[in-house]
Nanobody
């Protein structure tokens, strides 16, 4: 079991920045990939970014096209967190943001940009960007 708790959401003006953090606990040593997704009112959950490890190195990162160049995902092994730095925010970034983690070996072969990859989810944190 992996437990995830997000923090850092809030209200910001367009063009501003926010940093989301996801604290992971439990059997995190087995996780291969951790992702951020978001869900706006009336819309499906949408992939934002993920970070994956090769061996013990969390080096592979991928982003959805709408956030490329504006968002940065990173992992702090000492704190066991995955952070999402969001710059140049736009009103269309408004959503509840969710952190996720996979089941490691059991999840391999499933596309990391899909929610199906991830078995563990946080409760979500609201991000609101005003025009």
């Amino acid at each position: 079991q992996v437990n995830l708790v997000e923090s850092g959401g809030g209200l910001v003006q367009a063009g501003g920045s926010l940093r989301l953090s996801c604290a992971a606990s439990g059997r995190t040593s087995s996780v291969y990939s951790m992702g951020w997704f978001r869900q706006a009112p009336g819309k499906d959950r949408e992939y934002v970014a993920h970070i994956s490890r090769i061996g013990n190195m969390w080096t592979y990162k991928q982003y959805a096209d709408p956030v490329k160049g504006r968002f940065t995902i990173s992992r702090d092994n000492a704190r066991n967190t995955v952070d999402l730095q969001m710059n140049s925010l736009k009103p269309e970034d408004t959503a509840v943001y969710y952190c996720s983690a996979d089941r490691g070996q059991a999840s391999r072969g499933i596309d990391e940009t899909t929610a199906r990859r991830y078995a563990y989810w946080g409760q979500g944190t609201q991000v609101t960007v005003s025009a």
